[in-house]
């Protein structure tokens, strides 16, 4: 779940990627198959960077 965020998060253009499609409420296989599409990157660097993304979501409090 998104929350309400007063801050300020900059994101990259894969950040961005990831959370619109986060916001559309997509799992994590979503994620990891929309980063090798539009990167060409394979599977486990694709996961490993999603992992990471969400893990800062999580730390900085902007999902649940």
Aim: proline content about 0%.
């Amino acid at each position: 779940t998104v929350l309400d965020f007063n801050g300020l998060f900059v994101l990259s253009e894969s950040g961005k990627l990831l959370w619109d499609l986060i916001s559309d409420g997509a799992e994590k296989a979503e994620l990891v198959s929309a980063l090798m599409n539009e990167y060409e990157i394979d599977r486990k660097t694709a996961s490993e960077d999603t992992d990471k993304f969400i893990k800062k979501l999580l730390d900085f409090d902007i999902v649940e």
